[in-house]
């Protein structure tokens, strides 16, 4: 069981007992060591080794099986990308869709965030955790279960259907992490504003929401990460006449040459790893966990 | 908190609706579509898709689901999205557990460094990640080149197998493990730790008998979520797998989108829709269960 594996090094790693004989200490320690080492150099193959191997095909020219090296190196594939018209129809749809489907789903879900945070209202509990229905289904059956009301309404193949299903993946995460985020303004900040003689609207605008900044702007992060690499359901919906990039990625990797392949993954990649690193700290801190902890 | 019914409603009711009209309305209506009804809103796939069983009154036909659930390839494919389901969510909870159990009782800069190497994966899009692997895994491979050089000349090909499936999967979930893991494990106070350790229990036994069962709400939802999301995926099947037998995600969209059949490709949806549904409720029946005789809650 790996619990008792990655334990096992660290009962001798970490402080140990003082009466416990030296040699054996020394012997234990260093093995200990170099378990934990074996264990995180696996780890960090297991994780980043896809994503390097990837990264070195972008600039090689061929790769012959079991060579260290490729045939050679080259710019070629960026070049037979970034020229041909694949690339940008996609990058334009994926960064019109994206910001939109950030916005109306700000629009629709900052208020809720705001009243579930603040209000108490029959069903609070109820309707927070309702929202979670996108997440309780298994992603690709919801979708194929949408189908039909797609066609009903005529949404198939259209802008607007494209920007529901995309918006559907993001409600969880614009109502919850704004939601704790009203949730943490201090209450007497705002009775103290109002003690003062301002309005509420005042104290909202100039106290409660530059406080949940934060927290709104990294939800605005996250859904827009959402929607830019929602692939599924906008294949399901929106191709073949909306292709973003996550979804042009379906057709590219059996149909391109796969450094060509690895070039369009790196440029679609960049944009995500970017504004993830933007939020790291809070993501890590605990903002997308808390989000789970429901009040 | 101030009492305001109307209002509270009224600006919760947006993402309410939203929800309520394409989530909760559709799943009705497609297993309404499922036992043959074909009304209302599934008027239009109905007159669009191929092979239907359609049931005339009463409560519907169970014809698709016998047509589907008697198919043997479907049923092969139900049984591989249970099978890597299954060794997914037990790889992710070991994984992902190590990690965060060994950030939480070292703390030193090598578990954080393996904590933080751990979420990389959600830096990645699943699209990317899926090529990724099914590139990293092949015939010509890094994971074949290295075990080549290392002596073992005759590596398995993972790519296009439910290895590669099964490693992806993993691959994908486990930065949502460690998180959840390593917030729930930070929640248990230090003091209870080294009480346990005080009175002369191992670091396992702590680990066991303290830190373990304090962390069950965070367990259970990386458990079931995990469970969900592989359940539902589609991305990482279709990059990494093969043909057949593939995931339901894969059959089903295959259904939908090749063969022009939504009733088939929507019974595959309420059969996945039903496993996940009997995974949540064993998980919480399981842990209401324990909880009770343990006298721990979560």
Same mark, same amino acid.
């Given at each position: 069981?790996?619990?008792?594996?990655?334990?096992?090094?660290?009962?001798?790693?970490?402080?140990?007992?003082?009466?416990?004989?030296?040699?054996?200490?020394?012997?234990?320690?260093?093995?200990?060591?170099?378990?934990?080492?074996?264990?995180?150099?696996?780890?960090?193959?297991?994780?980043?080794?896809?994503?390097?191997?990837?990264?070195?095909?972008?600039?090689?020219?061929?790769?012959?099986?079991?060579?260290?090296? %490729?045939?050679?190196?080259?710019?070629?594939?960026?070049?037979?990308? *970034?020229?041909?018209?694949?690339?940008?129809?996609?990058?334009?749809?994926?960064?019109?869709?994206?910001?939109?489907?950030?916005?109306?789903?700000?629009?629709?879900?900052?208020?809720?965030?705001?009243?579930?945070?603040?209000?108490?209202?029959?069903?609070?509990?109820?309707?927070?955790?309702?929202?979670?229905?996108?997440?309780?289904?298994?992603?690709?059956?919801?979708?194929?279960?949408?189908?039909?009301? /797609?066609?009903?309404?005529?949404?198939?193949?259209? /802008?607007?259907?494209?920007?529901?299903?995309?918006?559907?993946?993001?409600?969880?995460?614009?109502?919850?992490?704004?939601?704790?985020?009203? $949730?943490?303004?201090?209450?007497?900040?705002?009775?103290?504003?109002?003690?003062?003689?301002?309005? @509420?609207?005042?104290? /909202?605008?100039?106290?409660?929401? %530059? *406080?949940?900044?934060?927290?709104?702007?990294?939800?605005?992060?996250?859904?827009?990460?959402? $929607?830019?690499?929602?692939?599924?359901?906008?294949?399901?919906?929106?191709?073949?006449?909306?292709?973003?990039? @996550?979804?042009?990625?379906?057709?590219?990797?059996?149909?391109? %040459?796969?450094?060509?392949?690895?070039?369009?993954?790196?440029?679609?990649?960049?944009?995500?790893?970017?504004?993830? *690193?933007?939020?790291?700290?809070?993501?890590?801190?605990?903002?997308?966990? $808390?989000?789970?902890?429901?009040? | 908190?101030?009492?305001?019914? #109307?209002?509270?409603?009224?600006?919760?009711?947006?993402?309410?609706?939203?929800?309520?009209?394409?989530? !909760?309305?559709?799943?009705?209506?497609?297993?309404?579509?499922?036992? !043959?009804?074909?009304?209302?809103?599934?008027?239009?796939?109905?007159?669009?898709?191929?092979?239907?069983?359609?049931?005339?009154?009463?409560?519907?036909?169970?014809?698709?689901?016998?047509?589907?659930?008697?198919?043997?390839?479907?049923?092969?494919?139900?049984?591989?999205?249970?099978?890597?389901?299954? #060794?997914?969510?037990?790889?992710?909870?070991?994984?992902?557990?190590?990690?965060?159990?060994?950030?939480?009782?070292?703390?030193?800069?090598?578990?954080?460094?393996?904590?933080?190497?751990?979420? =990389?994966?959600?830096?990645?899009?699943?699209?990317? !990640?899926?090529?990724?692997?099914?590139?990293?895994?092949?015939?010509?491979?890094?994971?074949?080149?290295?075990?080549?050089?290392?002596?073992?000349?005759?590596?398995?090909?993972?790519?296009?197998?439910?290895?590669?499936?099964?490693?992806?999967? #993993?691959?994908?979930?486990?930065?949502? !493990?460690?998180?959840?893991?390593?917030?729930?494990?930070?929640?248990?106070?230090?003091?209870? #730790?080294?009480?346990?350790?005080?009175?002369?229990?191992?670091?396992?036994?702590?680990?066991?008998?303290?830190?373990?069962?304090?962390?069950?709400?965070?367990?259970?939802?990386?458990?079931?979520?995990?469970?969900?999301?592989?359940?539902?995926?589609?991305?990482?099947?279709?990059?990494?797998?093969?043909?057949?037998?593939?995931?339901?995600? =894969?059959?089903?969209?295959?259904? &939908?989108?090749? &063969?022009?059949?939504?009733?088939?490709?929507?019974?595959?949806?309420?059969?996945? &829709?039903?496993?996940?549904?009997?995974?949540?409720?064993?998980?919480?029946?399981?842990?209401?269960?324990?909880?009770?005789?343990?006298?721990?809650?979560?």
């Amino acid at each position: 069981m790996t619990a008792v594996d990655v334990t096992a090094p660290l009962e001798v790693a970490s402080r140990p007992p003082q009466d416990r004989p030296r040699r054996r200490l020394r012997v234990g320690q260093s093995l200990g060591r170099l378990a934990l080492a074996g264990w995180v150099v696996l780890i960090a193959a297991f994780i980043v080794g896809p994503i390097v191997w990837l990264a070195l095909q972008a600039f090689a020219t061929s790769w012959r099986y079991p060579s260290w090296t %490729p045939d050679g190196w080259t710019l070629h594939w960026w070049q037979f990308v *970034l020229s041909g018209s694949d690339l940008s129809s996609a990058v334009g749809l994926s960064l019109t869709f994206s910001p939109i489907v950030t916005l109306v789903s700000a629009v629709i879900c900052l208020p809720a965030a705001y009243a579930f945070a603040r209000y108490e209202f029959p069903g609070r509990r109820l309707l927070l955790v309702s929202l979670f229905a996108t997440n309780a289904f298994p992603k690709i059956g919801l979708y194929v279960a949408m189908a039909g009301l /797609f066609y009903w309404l005529n949404l198939m193949t259209t /802008f607007l259907g494209v920007v529901i299903v995309q918006l559907l993946g993001t409600v969880v995460l614009m109502t919850w992490i704004p939601s704790a985020a009203f $949730a943490a303004v201090p209450r007497s900040l705002e009775e103290a504003a109002r003690d003062a003689g301002a309005r @509420p609207t005042r104290v /909202f605008f100039r106290i409660t929401l %530059p *406080l949940a900044t934060p927290g709104i702007a990294i939800a605005m992060i996250l859904s827009f990460l959402a $929607a830019f690499d929602e692939a599924q359901g906008t294949f399901l919906v929106g191709a073949p006449t909306y292709v973003t990039m @996550p979804t042009k990625m379906y057709e590219l990797v059996n149909n391109y %040459p796969q450094q060509a392949a690895a070039v369009f993954a790196i440029l679609l990649a960049v944009p995500s790893a970017v504004l993830m *690193l933007l939020v790291r700290r809070h993501v890590m801190g605990g903002h997308l966990a $808390a989000g789970f902890q429901l009040r | 908190m101030r009492r305001s019914p #109307i209002r509270g409603l009224l600006m919760v009711s947006p993402p309410i609706v939203l929800i309520a009209v394409f989530v !909760g309305f559709p799943v009705v209506a497609a297993v309404l579509y499922t036992f !043959g009804h074909i009304g209302g809103t599934n008027s239009v796939i109905a007159a669009i898709g191929q092979r239907q069983h359609v049931s005339h009154g009463g409560l519907g036909t169970a014809a698709a689901y016998r047509e589907v659930l008697t198919d043997q390839q479907v049923l092969r494919d139900l049984l591989v999205t249970v099978l890597v389901t299954v #060794i997914t969510v037990a790889v992710v909870l070991l994984l992902a557990g190590g990690v965060a159990l060994y950030l939480r009782l070292s703390g030193g800069r090598i578990a954080k460094f393996l904590s933080g190497l751990a979420v =990389v994966p959600m830096f990645i899009p699943v699209v990317i !990640g899926g090529y990724a692997i099914r590139q990293f895994y092949a015939t010509d491979g890094l994971f074949r080149t290295l075990a080549h050089h290392l002596g073992w000349s005759d590596a398995p090909t993972l790519s296009y197998t439910m290895g590669a499936i099964t490693i992806g999967e #993993i691959w994908v979930s486990v930065p949502f !493990g460690v998180l959840l893991l390593a917030s729930g494990f930070a929640a248990v106070p230090d003091g209870q #730790i080294e009480a346990a350790r005080d009175v002369g229990a191992s670091l396992t036994r702590t680990v066991f008998s303290v830190i373990l069962p304090m962390s069950r709400a965070p367990i259970v939802i990386v458990t079931t979520f995990t469970a969900i999301s592989v359940m539902g995926s589609f991305t990482i099947p279709y990059m990494t797998g093969p043909s057949a037998p593939n995931m339901l995600g =894969v059959t089903m969209t295959n259904y &939908f989108v090749s &063969f022009n059949q939504p009733q088939q490709a929507q019974v595959m949806a309420v059969v996945v &829709f039903a496993a996940a549904a009997l995974i949540g409720s064993a998980y919480v029946w399981a842990n209401v269960r324990s909880g009770r005789t343990s006298g721990v809650s979560s």
